[in-house]
Nanobody, 117 residues
């Protein structure tokens, strides 16, 4: 069974920072692409950032320059460093794994990020 366990969410003020962590088990972490999604009330789930097994990265335009995704294969962990947070970043953030190599299909339970104005 694949498990993804997020941590690091919380309540912050606009302009502050958070770092999310996701510890993964049940797969060969180093061989899989990883990502972070978020979902705000009334909105569709959106891809925030992704990192390949080769550490190539992509970001949503809304977070480019503010968020950084990284991975530590020795720790089976993917991170999302979130700087200059805005109220619009408020959402449940989900860690995701591309288990079969065809798209993200394994999910954590999510961690709430709330940014006050």
């Amino acid at each position: 069974q694949v498990q993804l366990v997020e941590s690091g969410g919380g309540l912050v003020q606009a302009g502050e920072s958070l770092r999310l962590s996701c510890v993964v088990s049940g797969l060969i972490f180093s061989s899989r692409d990883m990502g972070w999604y978020r979902q705000a009330p009334g909105k569709q789930r959106e891809l925030v950032a992704a990192i390949t097994r080769g550490r190539g990265t992509t970001y949503a335009d809304s977070v480019k320059g503010r968020f950084t995704i990284s991975r530590d294969n020795a720790e089976n962990t993917v991170y999302l460093q979130m700087n200059s947070l805005k109220p619009e970043d408020t959402a449940v953030y989900y860690c995701a794994a591309d288990y079969y190599g065809v798209g993200f299909d394994r999910w954590g339970r999510g961690t709430q990020v709330t940014v006050s104005s």
